[in-house]
């Protein structure tokens, strides 16, 4: 992989690049149209912004170039000077000198002297007369011309091209399955290199929508003084992990709710500096945002070493927004109660404040991060302060998936949503209050068949009853909201990467498939929703 | 149409402008879809039932990389008498393209095209309006060589939520307020 230092030079020649030809345009326009003010703004323009991004990445020659040529353009523009005479030369000199001095960072080579350009704008600036010797005044006629090396892309090319993608993976394990089955030889090798070369052309496409998720983080401190501002509360923010790369499409879904939960932070979590040197933490709040790797995921986490989420009062809340009785309330752990800041409706904010009282709650986060298969966490101590914990897919092409049975037909659960798998004779089972338990690693789950699940109407589940369960019993236990649920079905068939495509219209009403993927034998493979499994449970039980 | 309407009247010399359907049977009558709305028609695919659809939906099917609906008017219409159901047997499916999206209509024998004038088209009289099909499906009744033959309009029958026959249920509210 690439250093970002390398990186972020590769943008700089290339927009560096694309700045030089447009002053380049530009000036001729205006020699042309002294009177235009069109290329002037833009020469102006494009001159604080080369200025701005060869200071940022410590060519300070160059910026102190692009910086006067900058000043004789304001002069320009404010009537103060006139584009014309000497100054034509002196410009066009400059923006020549920018053209070879951009070209030497690109070779890695000694920047040219610019000593006689500087002290020239200089002296226009002072209103003197330029002193230009013949090799300036000589049109340089060696001039290279030069194309960048990269690209813009449109998001919306990426997107068409991952969508070819997915469906060219999909014929690909058809055409592997059936020379496996048809077991000709020749069709077999052919079928393998079509393998290589597509799973390699999938991880390239997948490669090139890769963004770094500093391109997010980096707009954070000036969102975090903002709001800091607004709350009166002193803030720092520390950044890390920038250079860990996500998919665009996933970075632009998060932006929301990214932004949700460091206002969040900073509204609720960070106290004001009075309240913190009164329980004796320093005045100034402290905010983190960090990604990381885990495994094929991503983890972006919003961290705050504010007050903390009072576990009572969220209880008691949730009791009075009615979203559990008071029963179940006083029997939940403290993280079950917690995941209940993602129901929807649930807002712990007293009065709504401009900031974090948008009439968007949790929830709503906890909806983007569920649609593209991701998870949502919280932890927290009071008085120490919160975390959010963001488990992002890489890339929403492909995704983990076990593959199991149900009625002779194959369905699929996004590993992301999966715990564990288990296989349970009746007896380890448990009837209680109607509803199997199970004890997984010491915790007692429930446990659902998912036929009944799937196939019940709108009245409750029948009561359960092990005399029905025969022979050991295949359950997956899924895991979505800090809420853990079994789910018996027929037979575990095996893992697979799988390349979901949107359920169409007017199926996608229902919400319990997140998609459909096709197995390399033709079959149609429903993958279903754990979040939506898990609320037709919840509101279904017996 | 407007055309047609007007030349039935003066009993036109020039060739009546003909129209095309797509004609299959269904329990015991003949019904047509004008062919402009039909896609394709293939041997059914592989079916994946699909849980928490109406029974007349028979479930998913892969049709060239495109996952589409298949439903089965029949049942829609509770035309079978006592036949077998359709997922047993060989059939074939009309691809019919029905406002933004495709979708699959199961029919037990092969479709057949059929070219008939415009005018032997005439608007569904009124006592179908007590059958099972509502006249609103109906776009008329075509009379050709002693056939009768029903004309389906197909993007009426075809909205979502026909289709889906949707009711709000609790427990999907949630869900929905993501879009």
Not at chain 1, 97 to 113: C, H, V, Y
Not at chain 1, 201 to 229: I, W
Not at chain 1, 230 to 235: A, G, S
Not at chain 1, 488 to 499: A, K
């Amino acid at each position: 992989m690439r250093s970002r230092e390398q990186e972020y030079r590769e943008i700089f020649m290339a927009e560096a690049l694309e700045y030089y030809d447009a002053m380049s345009r530009h000036i001729s326009e205006l020699e042309k149209n002294p009177q235009s003010e069109q290329p002037l703004n833009e020469l102006f323009r494009l001159m604080h912004n080369l200025k701005a991004n060869a200071r940022a990445m410590g060519y300070m020659d160059l910026g102190e170039v692009a910086h006067r040529m900058e000043t004789i353009f304001g002069l320009i523009r404010s009537k103060e000077k006139a584009f014309s005479g000497s100054i034509t030369g002196v410009l066009f000199g400059g923006i020549d000198t920018i053209g070879a001095m951009i070209r030497a960072i690109g070779e890695n080579q000694e920047l040219p002297n610019a000593e006689s350009l500087l002290e020239n704008l200089e002296r226009l600036v002072r209103g003197e007369e330029p002193i230009l010797t013949d090799e300036e005044v000589a049109v340089d006629d060696s001039r290279k011309l030069e194309l960048s090396d990269l690209v813009y892309i449109q998001i919306k090319k990426l997107d068409h091209l991952l969508n070819l993608v997915g469906e060219l993976i999909i014929d690909r394990d058809r055409i592997f399955t059936l020379g496996q089955e048809i077991g000709n030889p020749a069709l077999q090798s052919a079928a393998a290199h079509l393998f290589r070369i597509a799973d390699e052309l999938q991880y390239s496409v997948m490669d090139a929508r890769l963004v770094n998720v500093g391109s997010l983080f980096n707009k954070f401190p000036r969102v975090v003084r903002d709001v800091a501002t607004t709350e009166h509360k002193e803030v720092n923010l520390s950044i890390s992990g920038q250079d860990i790369q996500i998919d665009r499409n996933i970075l632009q879904i998060i932006t929301d709710s990214l932004l949700h939960l460091v206002r969040n932070a900073i509204g609720h979590g960070i106290e004001t500096p009075e309240e913190r040197i009164k329980a004796g933490k320093p005045p100034v709040g402290e905010v983190a945002l960090e990604a990381a790797i885990e495994r094929d995921d991503v983890l972006i986490q919003v961290r705050d070493d504010g007050r903390g989420i009072d576990v009572e009062k969220v209880r008691s809340k949730a009791v009075s927004r009615g979203l559990v009785n008071a029963q179940t309330a006083a029997s939940l752990s403290a993280p079950a109660v917690r995941a209940l800041l993602f129901e929807p409706g649930f807002s712990m904010a007293e009065e709504v404040t401009e900031i974090s009282g948008r009439g968007v709650g949790l929830d709503v986060v906890k909806l983007a991060i569920d649609s593209m298969g991701g998870q949502l966490r919280v932890d927290s101590e009071l008085g120490k302060g919160t975390t959010f914990t963001l488990v992002l897919p890489t890339s929403i092409a492909v995704k983990g998936a076990l593959l199991f049975e149900l009625e002779e037909r194959s369905y699929a659960l996004l590993l992301m949503h999966i715990d564990s798998v288990v296989s349970l004779w009746p007896e380890e089972l448990h009837v209680v209050g109607g509803m199997l338990l199970a004890e997984v690693q010491g915790e007692n789950v429930p446990v659902v068949g998912l036929r009944q699940l799937l196939h019940s109407g709108d009245e409750p589940l029948a009561s359960a009853d092990t005399e029905e369960l025969i022979g050991r019993q295949d359950i997956i236990i899924v895991n979505y909201n800090n809420r853990r649920l079994g789910l018996i079905v027929d037979r575990f068939l095996r893992q697979q990467n799988i390349v979901i495509k949107p359920m169409t219209q007017p199926l996608d009403k229902i919400d319990l498939f997140g998609g459909v993927t096709l197995l390399g034998n033709g079959q149609v493979c429903l993958v279903l929703d754990v979040p939506a499994l898990t609320r037709v449970f919840l509101a279904k039980r017996p | 149409m407007v055309q047609t309407e007007s030349g039935g009247e003066r009993k036109p010399i020039v060739q009546e402008a003909l129209v095309q359907l797509i004609v299959f049977r269904l329990g015991t009558e003949e019904y047509g879809v004008r062919i402009e709305q039909v896609k394709e028609v293939t041997i059914t695919p592989d079916i994946a039932r699909m849980p928490k659809t109406p029974a007349f939906v028979k479930g998913i099917a892969n049709l060239r990389g495109d996952i589409i609906a298949i439903i089965d008017l029949e049942e829609r219409f509770s035309l079978r008498r006592g036949k077998a159901d359709v997922s047993t047997s060989l059939t074939y499916t009309l691809a019919i393209e029905a406002h933004d999206y495709t979708i699959g209509i199961v029919v037990r024998e092969v479709p057949q095209p059929l070219s008939l004038p415009v005018s032997a088209i005439e608007r569904a009289p009124e006592f179908l309006q007590d059958s099972n099909i509502q006249e609103k499906y109906i776009e008329g009744i075509a009379r050709f060589d002693s056939r009768i033959i029903i004309v389906l309009d197909m993007m009426k029958l075809l909205t979502p939520s026909e289709i889906m026959q949707l009711n709000p249920r609790a427990e999907s509210s949630t869900a929905r307020s993501r879009t």
